[in-house]
């Protein structure tokens, strides 16, 4: 299995405060991913990244940043928790000799509770 | 843009009956597609994977075929377990931002 591990595993937080969930691969995988796993839509991207510093927006993007400063972290922020951000997140990561279509293999899930 | 359908669940299925979970996809290009597992209270795990037209995925006794002319990916496994008892997820990639596209999955519970 890749190695990819994600922090925390849950959290519960209130409206209007940041939160930053972590994610880390020890894999060399040059792209990484965050989704939202919400119940009726299946897994949706939020913010991906092709490279270190080289990120860009997913499909429910909104009131979510990332950064990438090395190749094994991707980091998803929550500038302002709203209750409408509780889900489940999913890091994944791929693409270890540079193709887009490679495997994408996922951490183990961060379960988000905003009151 | 691109898009996965897949069967709605939830199916419940005695043990040793077989499993068909029909997928179909719209995509430009040619994609990869996926099928992932997610056990409960577990991220999803890859189950099997066609990367062309007419490639067979399989393991674990699963199998799919990549079918352009249908535009389809089917997951089959021939006698199922309560092992198996998880949802299911197709999906391709392949679009410029390289992420996978997910059907909403399909919740399988096999009883023994």
């Excluded at chain 2, 719209?26 to 099997?48: D, H, I, K, N």
């Excluded at chain 2, 994977?49 to 089917?74: I, Q, V």
Aim: aromatic share 12%; charged share 20%; with cysteine.
């Amino acid at each position: 299995d890749a190695g990819i591990t994600q922090s925390p595993r849950h959290k519960v937080t209130e409206t209007g405060t940041p939160v930053t969930l972590r994610c880390h691969q020890t894999e060399n995988h040059r792209y990484m991913y965050w989704y939202r796993q919400d119940p009726g839509h299946g897994l949706r991207l939020i913010h991906y990244s092709y490279g270190v510093k080289d990120t860009d927006k997913g499909e429910v993007s909104d009131g979510y940043s990332v950064s990438r400063s090395k190749t094994e972290d991707f980091l998803l922020t929550l500038e302002s928790a709203t209750s409408s951000q509780t889900s489940v997140y999913f890091c994944a990561s791929g693409g270890a000799s540079g193709e887009l279509q490679e495997t994408q293999y996922f951490g183990p899930g961060t379960r988000l509770l905003v009151l | 843009g691109d898009s996965v359908t897949q069967m709605e669940g939830p199916v419940t299925l005695s043990e040793e009956a077989f499993l068909t979970i029909n997928c179909t996809y719209t995509a430009t290009g040619y994609p990869s597609l996926f099928w992932y597992v997610q056990y409960p209270g577990e991220g999803l795990q890859l189950l099997l994977k066609a990367t062309k037209a007419d490639d067979k995925g399989s393991n674990k006794g699963f199998e799919a075929t990549y079918r352009k002319e249908t535009t389809s990916f089917h997951l089959e496994k021939g006698s199922v377990q309560v092992s198996d008892s998880a949802v299911y997820f197709c999906a391709l990639t392949g679009g410029s931002q390289g992420n996978l596209i997910f059907g909403k999955g399909t919740k399988l519970s096999v009883k023994p």
